[in-house]
């Protein structure tokens, strides 16, 4: 059973960056599609960004893109969340999820189609 546990979150100022870490265990990243959401106080999950498992594939929401990286290391056995130019907008708690699919060359970020997730993190961008 595939366990993941962010990390990285914390309290930002405009334009400043984080970098979020998803780890796995139980099993490895590489068998995984991997994404990232984020739920903001009153609202609902949103899907943020996503790797497929065979890597070939990066999707990111418009909201985030060229603001947000994705990555993946297969050694540490782990999915990054680059943030970069934050904005108050982007304050949530985020969550990283797995859906099983080895070699998938797609990715898709509905909360429905992922069945393992993190306990979340919360990402504050405020002066």
């Known amino acids: 059973q595939l366990q993941l546990v962010e990390s990285g979150g914390g309290l930002v100022q405009p334009g400043g960056s984080l970098r979020l870490s998803c780890a796995a265990s139980?099993?490895?990243?590489?068998?995984?599609?991997i994404a990232w959401f984020r739920q903001a106080p009153g609202k609902e999950r949103e899907g943020v960004s996503c790797i497929a498992a065979s890597g070939v594939t990066r999707h990111y929401v418009d909201s985030v893109k060229g603001r947000f990286t994705i990555s993946r290391d297969t050694a540490k056995n782990t999915v990054d969340l680059r943030m970069d130019s934050l904005k108050p907008e982007d304050t949530a708690v985020y969550y990283c999820a797995a859906d099983w699919g080895p070699h998938s060359l797609m990715c898709t970020v509905v909360a429905g189609r992922y069945n393992n997730w993190g306990q979340g993190i919360q990402v504050t961008v405020s002066s």
């Open positions: 139980g099993s490895t990243v590489d068998d995984y599609n």
